[in-house]
């Protein structure tokens, strides 16, 4: 019986800089959360908004996530997995249905659930997760925002655009870029040549 489910998702895997970062979140039984969405497809001012009622319309939530030297060492899928696992983890209520967006699960030896494709867009638990992951991240980044403000972390979150790949090209990366990222690795390369 598919009783007391968490919802799964992500924030961050196409970055070059910074963690991954994921949400697990169990909803109150007849919470009604207007708003819910894919996170990508909601304005910041709307996250920040929903992200408040999200934790408010809760029983449980968590979120984890794993380091640019661990998405560098293992990979972004394995350490997207890793992050996610963090936070469900880090409910500390009984649950007995995971639901993951995506189209792999890969916690069938731990959990009982499913992946769901587009789960973002259609499942309240995983729209709920999508936003909390969205918004932890972005906080994440305007903190590293203040610590590297040659890079505008606060505008471009990360994320290639021509912004930032101008601003690694002038700077170089820093310690929170992705090592193993196209965009990051030649200008790596480049300085050990």
Known sequence: MKNV???????????LAGNVYAAAVILKKDSVIHGLNDSKKLSEKKRNE????????????SIGFATNDEID?????QATFLAMKRALEGIKINFNYVLIDGNIFPFKDIYIGEAVVRGDTSIKEIMAASILAKVSRDNYMQELDRIYPVY????????PTSLH??????????????????????????KTN
């Open 5 to 15: 489910i968490v919802g799964v998702d992500e924030a961050g895997r196409g970055p």
């Open 152 to 159: 505008n972390f606060g505008v471009h979150k990360g994320y």
């Open 73 to 77: 060492r293992i990979n972004i899928l």
């Open 50 to 61: 929903l992200f408040d009622k999200i934790i408010n319309n809760s029983i449980a939530y």
């Open 165 to 190: 790949k101008k601003l690694i090209k002038q700077y170089g990366p820093c310690p929170v870029h992705r090592k193993t990222f196209k965009g990051v690795k030649e200008y790596i390369l480049k």
